[in-house]
């Protein structure tokens, strides 16, 4: 039977994920650094701490008087046999006087309520396991379920009305897929195998493929015998014909996985490849069966990885909070100490010690790690590719030559655009093909040229000819997670987001959401909480916040934001009929319906959604029958309808009329249609006295042909929207192009299949996306807020609907609204970003192919410059981290060491933590980066990062040369109103000449002059310039809010 301690050893290797020992990437590589000190305290040094605890103080007195106990028995027995004690030890009564039975009953009670020293030990492991094992479960620290009636948690709670908790709500929510891409493990005998996705067969659009396998590319495997590396490729597909007739139609991965046992060892050559062969083929024992560990990391590679859900935001918090709580309800009984007496109270106080002290322990090296595992997830991400979207029409004619030259940019607007370039007419008939192109581009002012088909010193002089760059952007698309981009451009739009409209999954359970087992509902609320809160700190004072939401979390989603923003400021819950009708294979009833929640950053700033606007004259009594008495004074020179142009009526005169009546307290004179004189009359006023005279001053009273009062009423009148959103409106009609933003409600909102065919118009393909929207009712939801300023945010964009919305809406008015979407799915590159080229072409698709050009009106209000963006994914970071070991370290123990300087120091160098090091090349800084199923080296871009750090509005970009070197320099204003210069250059291996001749050449140049603050990467010797290092590192990794 397995001991109490061995019981907790195996825990702790569990918490510390020793079963993954082997592996060699991404958090296993974090877990695995310095494992064997982590080892030595499980196996050693927790022993020797318990047994030096329980050498001291009541408990070292309570297990000598047990062992005392135990001696003096022995001795009762043998001196006065085996019926002087019964099974229970209790002395019998003729044996009580005697010298050995004295003895003995004063070591009885003396060690009553003692326990000898191996119940002692049990006890502290048996708590240290009982408390560690409710809070760990498949890599994530989370509260686990419990079905005691005795054994509760404890949540906080400060007394509101109303409280709403969940399972997770101090955590972050990490997951982003559910298999590895790369992964890679360490055999017994040192060599290195790596898994890696050679070319993923990619699902087009969000379409859902057939089922895909990790299917082993055995012909392609290399082995490199001086580094001791084995690749070997897979690709993620379908399988072809062959290959389900040979693997069957059941259990197919893992007969994939017994297939490859066989083939890859086959496929490498005993004589130079024997190293590679021994790791395969070396046993590893997995619980009570032994396995290769080839065929071991194929079943862990190719299965789901349901691990690794959450980070915890205060793990070392969480846990020792929860510590107290365990120790003072369940270590603690307060009625066995009250009965025990002071010495045994003494004892139990001092184990409650021993297994706090422990404990704590345990939980500080575990936060250690969770806390490294934290400062990666919330540290900014590097961007990795930055791309510009550019109708031609803003582009200077200088350009033209060479746009008409690159025959990668004419290939995409074939494919997407469907154009004829190359058609002759009777104005083209005689030019050559560079000229048709020329002319071609002149008379489509909205093509949409993507710098990525073109060289760095035509993108350097193309961004360089715009005067104001980031003014002239109209759209921002980032591929990255949503939380990541947040954080990085949070500093540049804080407070200057109108709109934010969110459409996050539905948590249906068929909709792509990836949610711990038994905590959906927790993982789905610690998902969007963290994600929200940080978009709704984005919004201007009058700003509003609009989630999509189903029947499933809509109840869950209200509680959150009611709770976090308060009754005023959630303000609706809109009902939008999303289908035409119901599904025949609908469970017990028929789902017509969504939910959009609506919460205001201010309830005191925000004006309301407004569902009409009415422009047309019309005239309103100046009295209302509701209204108290009250006298008013109408100046003289109003207009009169009255029948008579000439009339008088005396004071004390009443004019009547239903059950209204005016009481006249001056004569009222009216000559040539004309009041003659001033009127002081009595009645049920609606308007002030201020208001009569304004309105009198504008020409807007008159008196009527029953001489009452009226208004004239011509700025435009607002109806609040409804909260209801009919698929119809007033006029029926159902397509997603009609629409009116001065009445929301006339043309309807539209519908889930509106929006399937309206990417099928626009894509030419049949996308099923299980939550579409239809631009007409983002368009109209977005225009119900009358801002005319500011972003229109969305960071759960799918399609990007938002965008193609916003479009729409400045196409209609002429405002310049602007937007940003945020998707982090594959199809950012295959639906979103072509989508948003192609409305940008034109406004109105039919079967992929535009139906028209758009007109001069439509171009000039098109977006000029839409900038995309990818960035570094938290994957990323993981598999960018290197642990550098000075050889001092390697004998610090457990406690000097580990607890406080083992993971940041190690890693420091690591450059996904910023290596400043490298930063004398800042054009050439790479990370390995995943994309498309693949790892590779790739640059990023530090000057694009550190500006959206810094919160820069970047008015121009220019690169310039000197004999050689390149500097890139941007130039804009922060929110503060600074201005602000930031120099790039390569200073690797520069001496006092080199930083003299860059200190003059900017000084020609002029490119620092009326510059509040200048940034330089590395040393300089430019007046007032400082080193972006600093800033860089701080901004990277300044604490997360929200």
């Known amino acids: 039977m397995i001991s109490v301690r061995d019981k907790f050893q195996e825990l702790l290797r569990e918490l510390f994920q020793f079963d993954c020992a082997d592996l060699d990437f991404g958090i296993y590589r974090i877990m695995n650094h310095k494992r064997d000190v982590v080892d030595n305290f499980i196996t050693r040094d927790l022993s020797r701490w318990v047994d030096e605890e329980l050498a001291k103080g009541s408990l070292a007195e309570q297990s000598q008087a047990a062992k005392e106990l135990k001696e003096l028995r022995q001795k009762v027995l043998d001196a006065l046999g085996e019926d002087a004690l019964d099974a229970e030890g209790t002395l019998a009564k003729q044996y009580q006087q005697t010298k050995a039975g004295k003895e003995y009953l004063a070591a009885q009670e003396k060690a009553k309520s003692t326990r000898g020293r191996e119940a002692l030990e049990a006890s502290i492991y048996n708590h240290l396991w009982s408390f560690f094992n409710r809070y760990y479960q498949d890599g994530d620290f989370i509260s686990k379920r419990r079905y005691s009636k005795k054994e509760h948690y404890a949540i906080p709670y400060n007394g509101e009305e109303v409280t709403l908790y969940w399972a997770n709500h101090d955590q972050y ?3 982003t897929g559910e298999y590895f891409t790369d992964y890679t493990w360490k055999a017994p005998n040192g060599v290195t195998v790596h898994f890696k996705i050679k070319a993923a067969n990619v699902e087009q659009g969000n379409i859902k493929g057939e089922k895909r396998f990790f299917v082993p590319c055995v012909d392609e495997s290399k082995w490199d015998a001086d580094s001791k590396t084995l690749t070997i490729y897979f690709e993620y597909r379908p399988l072809n014909a062959q290959e389900t007739i040979s693997y069957g139609s059941k259990n197919q991965q893992e007969n994939i996985n017994d297939a ?26 997995i619980k009570d069966d032994t396995i290769t560990y080839l065929a071991h ?10 691990a690794d859900f959450f980070i915890h935001k205060d793990l070392k918090g969480f846990l020792s909070r929860e510590l107290d709580f365990y120790l003072k309800n369940e270590v603690l009984n307060l009625e066995e100490v009250e009965h025990a007496g002071e010495d045994i109270a003494q004892s139990w106080f001092q184990l409650m010690r021993i297994i706090k002290n422990i404990g704590l322990r345990i939980i500080e090296f575990l936060y250690q790690i969770e806390e490294f595992q934290k400062m990666l997830w919330e540290k900014r ?6 791309g510009y979207c550019i109708t031609v029409g803003n582009i200077f004619e200088a350009f033209y030559i060479e746009i008409a030259a690159c025959e990668a940019q004419w290939k995409e607007w074939k494919e997407l655009f469907h154009i004829d370039e190359e058609a002759t007419n009777l104005f083209t008939a005689g030019k050559s093909k560079k000229e048709r192109r020329i002319m071609f581009l002149k008379e489509h002012p909205t093509l949409v040229l993507d710098t990525k088909h073109f060289d760095n010193d035509f993108t350097d002089r193309l ?3 715009f005067d104001d760059l980031d003014e002239m952007t109209d759209g921002l698309l980032v591929h990255s997670e949503n939380m990541q981009t947040i954080n990085l451009i949070k500093d540049k739009i804080n407070g200057c987001v109108s709109n934010i409209f969110i459409d996050p999954p539905y948590n249906t359970g068929d909709d792509g959401f990836l949610y711990k087992d038994s905590y959906e509902s927790s993982s789905w609320l610690a998902m969007v909480s963290d994600r929200i809160k940080l978009g709704v700190n984005l919004l201007q004072e009058d700003g509003v916040f609009l989630a999509s939401i189903g029947d499933e979390e809509q109840e869950l989603l209200s509680t959150f934001l009611r709770n976090c923003y308060g009754k005023d400021n959630f303000f609706a819950n809109l009902i939008w009929e999303k289908k035409k009708k119901g599904s025949f294979l609908s469970g017990k009833i028929a789902k017509m319906k969504d939910y959009i929640l609506c919460v205001s950053k201010n309830s005191n700033c925000f004006n309301g959604l407004i569902g009409e606007i009415n422009t047309e004259e019309e005239t309103y009594p100046c009295v209302n029958a509701e209204n108290t008495l009250d006298i008013r004074v109408i100046p003289a020179g109003i207009k009169s309808k009255y029948r008579k142009k000439n009339h008088t009526l005396k004071k004390g005169s009443t004019i009547s009329a239903g059950n209204m009546s005016l009481v006249l307290k001056s004569d009222f004179v009216i000559k040539d249609s004309i009041l003659a004189q001033e009127l002081i009359i009595e009645g049920n006023w609606r308007y002030s006295q201020n208001s009569m005279n304004d309105y009198a001053e504008k020409g807007e ?4 042909q029953d001489l009452y009062l009226r208004r004239i009423v011509n700025e435009p009148r607002y109806k ?4 209801l959103l009919l698929r119809l409106g007033e006029v029926n009609e159902q397509s997603f192009k009609d629409y009116d933003l001065s009445n929301l409600d006339k043309y309807g909102w539209g519908t889930n299949e509106d929006a399937n065919d309206e990417l099928h118009q626009i894509l030419g393909e049949q996308y099923a996306a299980s939550y579409p929207k239809p631009s007409k009712l983002l368009t109209l939801l977005l225009a119900a807020s009358r801002h005319t300023s500011g972003y229109w945010f969305d960071y759960f964009a799918g399609s990007g609907t938002t965008g193609h919305a916003i479009i729409n809406m400045n196409r209609a008015d002429g405002v310049r609204r602007k937007f940003i979407l945020v998707e982090m ?17 034109s406004p109105e698709w039919e079967n992929g192919k535009p139906k028209h050009g758009a007109t001069k009106e439509e171009a000039k209000r098109s977006p000029r410059i839409i900038k995309y963006i990818n960035l570094e994914s938290y994957e990323d970071a993981l598999n960018n981290i290197s642990f550098e070991t000075e050889g001092g370290q390697q004998a610090m123990q457990f406690d000097d060491y580990l607890l406080q300087y083992m993971l940041k120091w190690d890693a420091r160098k690591s450059e996904t933590l910023l290596n400043v090091e490298k930063l004398a090349k800042p054009f050439d800084y790479q990370l390995n980066i995943q994309r498309d199923g693949e790892t590779r080296k790739q640059k990023v871009n530090l000057a694009e990062t550190f500006s959206y750090l810094i919160g820069l509005n970047v008015q121009s970009r220019n690169a310039y040369e000197d004999k050689g070197r390149y500097y890139l320099v941007y130039r804009g204003t922060t929110r503060a109103g600074q201005k602000v210069v930031v120099i790039w250059r390569e200073t690797q291996n520069w001496k006092q000449a080199d930083y003299e001749r860059d200190r003059d050449f900017i000084a020609r140049q002029k490119l620092t002059e009326g510059a509040d603050e200048i940034f330089v990467n590395g040393d300089s010797y430019i007046p007032a310039a400082k080193a972006l290092e600093t800033i860089f590192k701080a901004k990277m990794f300044s604490p997360v809010e929200g």
């Open 720 to 723: 609040r929207m409804k909260d």
């Open 381 to 386: 991400k590097f961007i990795t590719d930055v």
């Open 825 to 841: 799915a594959d199809y950012f590159n295959t639906v979103l970003l072509p989508r948003i080229k192609k409305v940008t072409f």
């Open 260 to 285: 490859a046992c066989e083939k890859i060892p086959a496929k490498l050559s005993p004589k130079n490849a024997a190293d590679a062969l021994a790791a395969l083929g070396a046993e590893k024992q």
């Open 173 to 175: 929510y990490i997951k």
């Open 701 to 704: 009273l008159y008196i009527t």
């Open 297 to 306: 990391h194929l079943r862990q590679y190719t299965k789901r990885n349901t």
């Open 463 to 465: 961004l360089a000819s």
